[in-house]
């Protein structure tokens, strides 16, 4: 049988598919109707945000004789046509691949020529980031004066890596990344349409592993729903993932917090049913107490830890109930465990007195 990996299988076709980037689809939606294209567009964002996807939907719907809602009709002629994978009017380039000046030189002739059987040329570099400096210098003359006929869709993970001059050209989108919420919803959908059964701590518990990306998302359901058969219960969902997600570190932070022995030694007890790795376990602690520290001390926390905003809001809650020396000393003792874990033969009580060492505030190697 041919499983279709879930991500591909659900590539959304129009604006309206399109999840968690509403300030960009709106925009672009607006400029079709209103027929005001610009002509060099910057995709930015982390992977798996929809770049790619836009950039496509972007470029049939310029293309069609008759948009329905700023997208694509899909009825028309020039859409036929641009539905065949590999149209000529639709380039997509990797720059990881072809990132030499001659690869762009190739373009600059080639997009003297007119459209075929549509209203656009467009070139999506994919990873433009990749591009050398000479390459860039060559893009760059193209975008200084392209044919009406050309529309350039350059997408990035990386965008601080791009020239200013390059930057300065084109209009700019940042995907965000996509919230729980809204992963769940999706998932949800999805998993209704494929007749998946689930509940929502499932969905939630993998929204949250996705990390706000929605491909990643897409791929860890397509790895659980494979491993349940189908049916989708929390345990199983926690066994797959191997690590605890976010939401069990913060619970397991909140009894630290109270000091809690008797609630930590028995939230051991469930990580060690669950049959976790407990060196992955204190690795997502050390990395929950960098977390609220950089929310605790950084102005720029959501740019530098990137979480999708629900959760970056109850890192901030928490981490006002601690103190950032606290935190300092945890992120110290959970590293430093991990590794004596992977080695440890009485891995348990290792991470007990680890826990309640740094909970309590003793200096486990000075006792
Ligand atoms: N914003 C989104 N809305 C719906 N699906 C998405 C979105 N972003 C990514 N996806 C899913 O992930 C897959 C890969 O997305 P893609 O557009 O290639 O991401 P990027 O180019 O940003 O890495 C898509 O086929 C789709 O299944
Ligand atoms: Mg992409
Ligand atoms: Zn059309």
Redesign the pocket.
Known sequence: MNHIA???????KTFD?????DHITKTLQNQIMNDQIGHAYL?T????????????ILARAVNCLSPVNGSACGECENCKRLEQENDINIIEIDAASNNKVDDIRQIREKVKFMPVGAKYKVYII?EVHMLSDSAFNALLKTLEEPPPFIIFIL?T?EVHKLPQTILSRCVRFD?RL?SVEELSR?LAKIFDKEKIRYDADSLKIIASAGEG???D??SIADSIASYCQGDITKEKTLQVLGSTDNELSLQFFDKMNEKDVGGVLSYIDEIEKQGKNMAVFAKDLSKHARNLLVCKSCKNAAEILNLPDDLLEKYRTQAEKFAEKDLIRYMQVFSGAESELRYTLSVRLLLETTCLNAMLGFDAKKN
Not at 6 to 12: F, I, N, Q
Request: charged share 25%; proline share 3%; glycine share 12%.
């Open positions: 879930l991500y591909r299988k659900y590539r959304p598919e399109v999840i968690g980037q995709f964002g982390t992977r798996g945000t929809g770049k790619t996807s836009v950039a496509k994919d997408a993970t995907f996509v999706h990306s929605v491909r998302t897409l």
